[in-house]
Each structure stands twice: as structure tokens, then as C-alpha cells.
């Protein structure tokens, strides 16, 4: 066990005298408590005496009174009583007229009353404060034993950190009695306390709101370490000066165990489940696609061996054929692409929005040769992100934007920034004077292979929107659209502008 | 003076091989090629093993290599020729229906000369391999040990 750090020497004394208090007045024996009575009175009469022989007048009855006060006090009703007769005895005896006999003086008759009844008035208060303070004592016993039920530790320390109070719970978990510690041991240094914060912030926070709760690491006397779950309340004296601090502890060292097994246990099933996902798609992208390249290959195949012997319709069936495997082949390149992105690590950097849509514009404009699209782009800012996602989010709306507006001269296509949002957030938006959509299925728009147009309107295989959604998801942004049939929509995006988006993105599944 | 390299091909799936041949043949390739339908027989030709033990001694001008296999995967008979001294030198394409980017970045690092994803599109697909053949068959000069017709 370890050493025991000191207390300071004042708290001490003051300590000592209240347990010999409480020692005195705890006493059962008769012969102790009449004992004390009879030397009480004794040393009370030998003081009169010495006070009579240098002619100090009327000493005797403070020296009575006194000597009937403490013995009440600790010796309880029974010898006060008798206090109170020996003291008269020893009045009417040695001071009262005449002299050495029990006989009372008509004149200090008066006197001889006022002396009885003194030392009664004197006996009757201190038998009630002797009540009252036993009263208290008891209270006090039987609010610290309710506590001693508790199985959490509870201690009390005062504002030096010292111990003042120490429960059963706090003696069966730590392994330090009560003896041991209270009034000896500074808190933090016996439990060597590790804090979830600096400590003068802690400290802080109790003295302005009276309460701190958190997590503690504690060392107990066999050396093992324990989480607590601590809980602090502050109390104040009548000046309002912070005066002790009640300490609440809840063992919660399996608790936190349990949870880290349980953490651990998940993210190794999460990991079991990632990798059989990974094999599932990898399955997918080779296994599926032989068999489309051999629908294709020999279709083609057929075509070039059989073409003079086919008619129209049957080179129509053909055609069909092909392309509705090519577009099988596009549905598993897209979904493929879509769960990679789900599965891919994010890499965070400074993105310059402005450069990136400059970048995916040029890359689609290849595809729009002989259209007349009417581009407006406004200021965009420098957001947080991985690129290349980001990149596939911008290229994914402008692309849906030129091919929404096939049917447009001029076709307009407009990105932007939305001003006057909240300050940590940016938000960006495609706007498209196309085919827009209805706005009763704007919750499907951003489904997986969710189409709310006819192929022969417009081609797709329904995964852009879902793809857009996924990485604004994994950014820790929000994605929304709005739009009319006919008059054209708008996709937004919004972006987390704090730093801490790189850790956010990382951890979103 | 064009000279034709001997193509081996390791490939399990039947259409596939006869696809691969027939786009050979259109440029007249396919007379040099050797087909082996998994990793064991592929590395049993390559070791002149089983089947194989009587073959001429020479390596082929170029392998082309699928990913997915019976019994011995292309990335472990991939393995096996890069760390072997006397098949290193010998080109491998890898061409593989897999775009996994897992797949090409292992085998590169194996040391693989060229990775083709195969395209679903015949036209492509018949182009893909025709180059292929063109490309490492003729143009390219395989390294000395290697048949040449």
C-alpha cells in the first residue's frame, strides 16, 4: 500500500478535541460518569478554596457553576443532579455563614436559594444541549450509514483537497479505510487521478455552476486501475465561500471494458462484412460481364456470318440485342462505380470550386458540340472535400443539366453559390432551364436507378443523382432539388466549411 | 522483314478463347497461338511439364493472362514468372474483365507489361485484342530466346 500523505497540523488538533468530545460523552459506565462528577466537584472546591485564601469574593459560584455545566455536559442527568447537591454541600460547608456547618445563616439564606437555582438553571441547559447535540450526532450517524449503504464510493474533501468523509463503498472499492484516510490523505494524490480535462478548467466549472461530472481514471491501494464515473457537487458555507466538495463515484471499469470489447467486436464484423461486400462486387464486375461480352461478340458475330439471309426486322432483333447488352454492361459499370465510391478512403484538401467546375465543363462540352448552351457561372468559393468526388458531383449535375436541356435553344445552365446562408456552411447550385421534374417525386430523384423520364427521352442508367447523394452524404453535406415539369430545375449541394470535415468524412460509413 | 511471335493464352472461358481467336484470325494471327485453360496448364507449358514436355524450348513473344482462373489464379502464375529468372523477360498482358483498381495496382506490382480490361463492346473487344497481337506479336522485339518465325 502506498504512504499516506500528511495532513496539515491545525485540522488535526481540531479533530483530536471533537473525537474526545464525542468520546467523553459516548461514555456508559456509572463509576466513570459519578467518578467524573465527584472529581469535578472536588477540583471546583479546591479552586473556591484558593480563590477564598487569596480573598478573590464570590468565586465560588462561576467555579460551582462551571464545574455543574461539565459534568451535565458529559456525564449526563444522574450525576448532575448529584453535582448540584454536592456543590451546595460544599457551599453552605466552606462560603455560606457560619462557617464549616451545614447550617445556612438567615442572612445568607438568600444567597444559599440563588446558588441552588443557578446551578439548576445551569444543569436544565446543559442537559439540553447535551439532548440536542446527541440528537444531532444521531442524525448525523444514520445520514453517514445510509450513505455507507451506498455502493458507490462518496467521500468528502475540502477545498485543500484533504478527505473528510469517507463511505464503506469508497473503503471496499479503493481498499483504504476510513481511518486511513480521512483528514491524512490529499484526494488527487491517494487516487492519482487522471482528468478528461485540465484540471483549472475543472475547477472553474465547479465554482461557477457548483456541479462537474465526468470520467476519472483512478488508481485503488492494490495498484489496479479503475474508470469512475464521477460526479461533484460543491458545497458553500453561510459566507458563500466554497467550503467542501462532495465526490460521487460509480465504478464503471467493466462498463468501459465491455464497450471497447464491443467496439472491437463490431468493427471486425464491419470489416468481415466490407470484404465479403468487396468480393460480392468484384464477383459482379468479372463474372457478369463475360457473359454480356459473349451475348454481344457472337450477336456481332451472327450478324457479319448471316447478313445477306437476314430481313430487316431480324436485323432489328439483332440490334436490339447488342445495345440492350451494352446498356446491361453500363448498369453494372455505374453500380459498380456507385458501391466504389461507398467503399473508397477519402483523402480531404482545399478544393477550389471555381477551378473544378471550369475543369467539368470543358470535359463536357466535348459532348455538346453544335448545341447552343448559354453558360453562367458565379463566384464559387474554396471548400473542403476529396477532389476527385467532388469532381464526379459537379460533372454529374452539369452533365444532367446539358442533357435535360437537349431541347432548348438557347439552352441555359447557371452555377452558383447560395449567399446569405448560415456562415458554416456553403452551398452550390445547378440550375437548368430543361425538361425539370415534378415536384411530388423529388424524393426519388436521388434514388439508386430511380428515372422519372422514358429512355427514349432522355438516356441513363438512373445512378448519377444517387452518386451525387453518397458523396455529399460522406462529406457531411446535404443535397435538395427543385424544379417544375417543363420549366426547368435546380440541384443544390451544401458543404461543411469547418476543418474538421476531413475527420468527419473519414468516419462516415 | 515481319516475323510473328508465338501468343500463349490463358483463358478458362470457352467463348471467350474462341472470341480472342477469331479476332486473332482476322489479321491472320492465329496461327502461333497456344491456348492453356487454367494456371496449372499454363505454368505446366511454361515448364515444359505433363502435356507440355515436349515442347520446343523457346518462350512465347507474349502471354496474354485472365485474372480470374481455376485452380491457380493469373495473379499467382503472374507471381511465379516475375520471380523466375529464366521467364521474367517474357512480356504478360494481363486482359481481365476486372477494372478493380485492387487488381491492376497488384499487377503492376508484380511487374506486368501491359493490364487490358476487356471491353463489353465486340468491336472493341476484337480491336483490343487484334493490337494486342499486332503490337506484341510483330511490332515488338520480345527478348532473345523467344520463337520467331
Given at each position: 500500500?502506498?504512504?499516506?500523505?500528511?495532513?496539515?497540523?491545525?485540522?488535526?488538533?481540531?479533530?483530536?478535541?471533537?473525537?474526545?468530545?464525542?468520546?467523553?460523552?459516548?461514555?456508559?459506565?456509572?463509576?466513570?460518569?459519578?467518578?467524573?462528577?465527584?472529581?469535578?466537584?472536588?477540583?471546583?472546591?479546591?479552586?473556591?478554596?484558593?480563590?477564598?485564601?487569596?480573598?478573590?469574593?464570590?468565586?465560588?459560584?462561576?467555579?460551582?457553576?462551571?464545574?455543574?455545566?461539565?459534568?451535565?455536559?458529559?456525564?449526563?442527568?444522574?450525576?448532575?443532579?448529584?453535582?448540584?447537591?454536592?456543590?451546595?454541600?460544599?457551599?453552605?460547608?466552606?462560603?455560606?455563614?457560619?462557617?464549616?456547618?451545614?447550617?445556612?445563616?438567615?442572612?445568607?439564606?438568600?444567597?444559599?436559594?440563588?446558588?441552588?437555582?443557578?446551578?439548576?438553571?445551569?444543569?436544565?441547559?446543559?442537559?439540553?444541549?447535551?439532548?440536542?447535540?446527541?440528537?444531532?450526532?444521531?442524525?448525523?450517524?444514520?445520514?453517514?450509514?445510509?450513505?455507507?449503504?451506498?455502493?458507490?464510493?462518496?467521500?468528502?474533501?475540502?477545498?485543500?483537497?484533504?478527505?473528510?468523509?469517507?463511505?464503506?463503498?469508497?473503503?471496499?472499492?479503493?481498499?483504504?479505510?476510513?481511518?486511513?484516510?480521512?483528514?491524512?490523505?490529499?484526494?488527487?494524490?491517494?487516487?492519482?487521478?487522471?482528468?478528461?480535462?485540465?484540471?483549472?478548467?475543472?475547477?472553474?466549472?465547479?465554482?461557477?455552476?457548483?456541479?462537474?461530472?465526468?470520467?476519472?481514471?483512478?488508481?485503488?491501494?492494490?495498484?489496479?486501475?479503475?474508470?469512475?464515473?464521477?460526479?461533484?457537487?460543491?458545497?458553500?458555507?453561510?459566507?458563500?465561500?466554497?467550503?467542501?466538495?462532495?465526490?460521487?463515484?460509480?465504478?464503471?471499469?467493466?462498463?468501459?471494458?465491455?464497450?471497447?470489447?464491443?467496439?472491437?467486436?463490431?468493427?471486425?464484423?464491419?470489416?468481415?462484412?466490407?470484404?465479403?461486400?468487396?468480393?460480392?462486387?468484384?464477383?459482379?464486375?468479372?463474372?457478369?460481364?463475360?457473359?454480356?461480352?459473349?451475348?454481344?461478340?457472337?450477336?456481332?458475330?451472327?450478324?457479319?456470318?448471316?447478313?445477306?439471309?437476314?430481313?430487316?426486322?431480324?436485323?432489328?432483333?439483332?440490334?436490339?440485342?447488342?445495345?440492350?447488352?451494352?446498356?446491361?454492361?453500363?448498369?453494372?459499370?455505374?453500380?459498380?462505380?456507385?458501391?466504389?465510391?461507398?467503399?473508397?478512403?477519402?483523402?480531404?484538401?482545399?478544393?477550389?470550386?471555381?477551378?473544378?467546375?471550369?475543369?467539368?465543363?470543358?470535359?463536357?462540352?466535348?459532348?455538346?458540340?453544335?448545341?447552343?448552351?448559354?453558360?453562367?457561372?458565379?463566384?464559387?468559393?474554396?471548400?473542403?472535400?476529396?477532389?476527385?468526388?467532388?469532381?464526379?458531383?459537379?460533372?454529374?449535375?452539369?452533365?444532367?443539366?446539358?442533357?435535360?436541356?437537349?431541347?432548348?435553344?438557347?439552352?441555359?445552365?447557371?452555377?452558383?453559390?447560395?449567399?446569405?446562408?448560415?456562415?458554416?456552411?456553403?452551398?452550390?447550385?445547378?440550375?437548368?432551364?430543361?425538361?425539370?421534374?415534378?415536384?411530388?417525386?423529388?424524393?426519388?430523384?436521388?434514388?439508386?436507378?430511380?428515372?422519372?423520364?422514358?429512355?427514349?427521352?432522355?438516356?441513363?442508367?438512373?445512378?448519377?443523382l444517387a452518386t451525387v447523394q453518397r458523396i455529399i452524404h460522406r462529406h457531411g453535406g446535404r443535397v435538395r432539388a427543385e424544379g417544375a415539369v417543363d420549366h426547368g430545375a435546380t440541384f443544390y449541394f451544401s458543404l461543411p466549411e469547418t476543418q474538421d470535415t476531413a475527420a468527419r468524412t473519414a468516419n462516415t460509413p | 522483314m515481319t516475323t510473328l511471335g508465338r501468343i500463349l493464352i490463358v483463358e478458362d472461358d470457352p467463348n471467350d478463347?474462341?472470341?480472342?481467336?477469331?479476332?486473332?484470325?482476322?489479321?491472320?494471327?492465329?496461327?502461333?497461338?497456344?491456348?492453356?485453360?487454367?494456371?496449372?496448364?499454363?505454368?505446366?507449358?511454361?515448364?515444359?511439364?505433363?502435356?507440355?514436355?515436349?515442347?520446343?524450348?523457346?518462350?512465347?513473344?507474349?502471354?496474354?493472362?485472365?485474372?480470374?482462373?481455376?485452380?491457380?489464379?493469373?495473379?499467382?502464375?503472374?507471381?511465379?514468372?516475375?520471380?523466375?529468372?529464366?521467364?521474367?523477360?517474357?512480356?504478360?498482358?494481363?486482359?481481365?474483365?476486372?477494372?478493380?483498381?485492387?487488381?491492376?495496382?497488384?499487377?503492376?506490382?508484380?511487374?506486368?507489361?501491359?493490364?487490358?480490361?476487356?471491353?463489353?463492346?465486340?468491336?472493341?473487344?476484337?480491336?483490343?485484342?487484334?493490337?494486342?497481337?499486332?503490337?506484341?506479336?510483330?511490332?515488338?522485339?520480345?527478348?532473345?530466346?523467344?520463337?520467331?518465325?
Open positions: 500500500m502506498r504512504e499516506l500523505a500528511e495532513g496539515p497540523t491545525r485540522v488535526g488538533v481540531t479533530r483530536t478535541l471533537a473525537r474526545w468530545n464525542r468520546e467523553l460523552q459516548t461514555v456508559h459506565s456509572p463509576i466513570l460518569r459519578y467518578g467524573f462528577c465527584i472529581l469535578g466537584i472536588a477540583i471546583a472546591l479546591g479552586l473556591a478554596l484558593i480563590f477564598q485564601y487569596y480573598e478573590l469574593q464570590d468565586a465560588e459560584l462561576p467555579v460551582f457553576t462551571v464545574a455543574i455545566a461539565l459534568v451535565t455536559w458529559y456525564a449526563g442527568i444522574g450525576p448532575s443532579v448529584l453535582a448540584v447537591v454536592l456543590a451546595w454541600g460544599c457551599f453552605n460547608y466552606f462560603f455560606a455563614q457560619p462557617l464549616y456547618t451545614f447550617e445556612i445563616s438567615r442572612a445568607d439564606l438568600p444567597y444559599s436559594v440563588v446558588f441552588v437555582v443557578w446551578a439548576i438553571v445551569v444543569a436544565r441547559f446543559a442537559a439540553v444541549r447535551r439532548r440536542i447535540e446527541n440528537s444531532l450526532r444521531q442524525i448525523r450517524d444514520t445520514q453517514a450509514n445510509l450513505l455507507n449503504l451506498a455502493h458507490d464510493s462518496i467521500f468528502v474533501r475540502d477545498m485543500q483537497n484533504i478527505i473528510t468523509y469517507w463511505n464503506r463503498g469508497a473503503e471496499e472499492f479503493y481498499g483504504w479505510t476510513a481511518a486511513e484516510v480521512v483528514g491524512k490523505a490529499a484526494t488527487h494524490q491517494l487516487l492519482q487521478t487522471v482528468f478528461p480535462a485540465p484540471v483549472d478548467e475543472i475547477d472553474a466549472e465547479l465554482l461557477r455552476t457548483g456541479r462537474w461530472e465526468g470520467e476519472l481514471v483512478h488508481i485503488k491501494a492494490d495498484g489496479t486501475q479503475a474508470v469512475v464515473a464521477s460526479r461533484w457537487s460543491l458545497r458553500r458555507d453561510e459566507q458563500q465561500r466554497p467550503e467542501a466538495i462532495l465526490e460521487l463515484n460509480n465504478d464503471i471499469t467493466e462498463l468501459k471494458r465491455e464497450q471497447a470489447s464491443l467496439h472491437k467486436q463490431r468493427a471486425a464484423e464491419l470489416e468481415a462484412a466490407n470484404k465479403e461486400l468487396e468480393s460480392f462486387a468484384y464477383t459482379v464486375s468479372h463474372d457478369l460481364r463475360a457473359p454480356l461480352r459473349h451475348v454481344v461478340g457472337y450477336s456481332e458475330l451472327l450478324q457479319k456470318q448471316a447478313s445477306s439471309s437476314l430481313d430487316d426486322k431480324s436485323h432489328r432483333y439483332m440490334r436490339t440485342i447488342v445495345e440492350s447488352a451494352k446498356r446491361m454492361g453500363n448498369l453494372i459499370d455505374d453500380l459498380l462505380a456507385f458501391s466504389r465510391i461507398g467503399r473508397a478512403e477519402t483523402k480531404a484538401t482545399a478544393v477550389d470550386l471555381q477551378q473544378l467546375v471550369k475543369e467539368s465543363i470543358a470535359e463536357i462540352k466535348q459532348d455538346t458540340k453544335g448545341r447552343d448552351i448559354a453558360w453562367k457561372i458565379g463566384a464559387l468559393p474554396v471548400c473542403h472535400g476529396d477532389r476527385p468526388m467532388l469532381k464526379l458531383v459537379v460533372v454529374n449535375l452539369v452533365s444532367n443539366a446539358v442533357k435535360f436541356t437537349r431541347m432548348r435553344t438557347p439552352a441555359e445552365v447557371e452555377i452558383g453559390c447560395v449567399n446569405g446562408n448560415k456562415n458554416d456552411e456553403i452551398e452550390v447550385f445547378v440550375r437548368d432551364n430543361g425538361a425539370g421534374f415534378d415536384m411530388q417525386y423529388v424524393d426519388k430523384l436521388f434514388g439508386v436507378f430511380q428515372r422519372l423520364h422514358l429512355p427514349e427521352q432522355f438516356e441513363g442508367t438512373g445512378i448519377g | 478463347v474462341e472470341l480472342t481467336l477469331t479476332a486473332l484470325g482476322d489479321y491472320n494471327l492465329a496461327n502461333e497461338v497456344v491456348v492453356t485453360r487454367d494456371g496449372q496448364q499454363a505454368l505446366d507449358y511454361l515448364y515444359r511439364r505433363g502435356e507440355f514436355s515436349t515442347r520446343s524450348m523457346d518462350n512465347p513473344a507474349v502471354m496474354l493472362l485472365d485474372l480470374k482462373l481455376p485452380k491457380v489464379s493469373g495473379l499467382e502464375v503472374l507471381q511465379q514468372i516475375k520471380s523466375d529468372e529464366r521467364l521474367k523477360t517474357m512480356p504478360v498482358v494481363v486482359l481481365t474483365s476486372s477494372n478493380e483498381e485492387k487488381d491492376m495496382m497488384r499487377s503492376y506490382r508484380l511487374g506486368v507489361n501491359a493490364y487490358v480490361v476487356k471491353p463489353v463492346d465486340f468491336h472493341e473487344f476484337v480491336n483490343a485484342v487484334k493490337e494486342l497481337g499486332v503490337f506484341w506479336a510483330v511490332i515488338n522485339e520480345p527478348p532473345p530466346g523467344s520463337v520467331k518465325k
